[in-house]
């Protein structure tokens, strides 16, 4: 299975933020949308992620300056990206490994997408859980 399968049940644009915003105005959204990423986008192109761990490292080397300066300056680059026809496994294996939570999936450069480990993880759940469920059926019938 791929990472299309995740993003099939979603629907609106992916929320974004952009090089030029202020980390103070990324940071309410990320308050008011209760997410922990955002993909960097400009014209459609992932340029970095900025997230909450952004934030720590900012406000331990920069102070309440970090506030006023712009997302592009302390955004995590360049982005690591998947596709979306990369299997959830390797996704997974691609976050353990590199040690992040999100991904923005890409087509060439233009975003398509943004998945987060949390999704990942309930959707191998939701998998292992309905083999289960047919392996149980099976025996049942047997």
């Known amino acids: 299975m791929t990472i299309a399968i995740i993003l099939q049940g979603r629907e609106g644009a992916v929320f974004t933020a952009s090089p030029d915003e202020s980390v103070e105005t990324v940071v309410a959204r990320l308050a008011e949308k209760r997410i922990g990423a955002l ?3 400009e014209n459609g192109e992932v340029l970095g992620i900025f997230s909450e761990r952004d934030v720590i490292y900012g406000l331990a080397s920069h102070g309440s ?3 006023a300066k712009q997302v592009g300056d302390v955004m995590t680059a360049p982005a690591i990206t998947v596709t979306a026809d990369t ?3 390797s996704a997974l294996s691609l976050m353990t490994r590199r040690r992040i939570r999100h991904l923005p999936v890409a087509d060439g450069l233009q975003i398509v997408g943004f998945v987060s480990i949390g999704d990942l993880v309930k959707y191998r759940i939701e ?3 309905a083999e289960a469920s047919a392996m149980r059926d099976y025996i049942q019938m047997a």
């Open 39 to 41: 993909p960097v986008v």
């Open 65 to 67: 300056a970090l506030m």
């Open 87 to 89: 299997p959830v496994l």
């Open 127 to 129: 998998k292992i859980e």
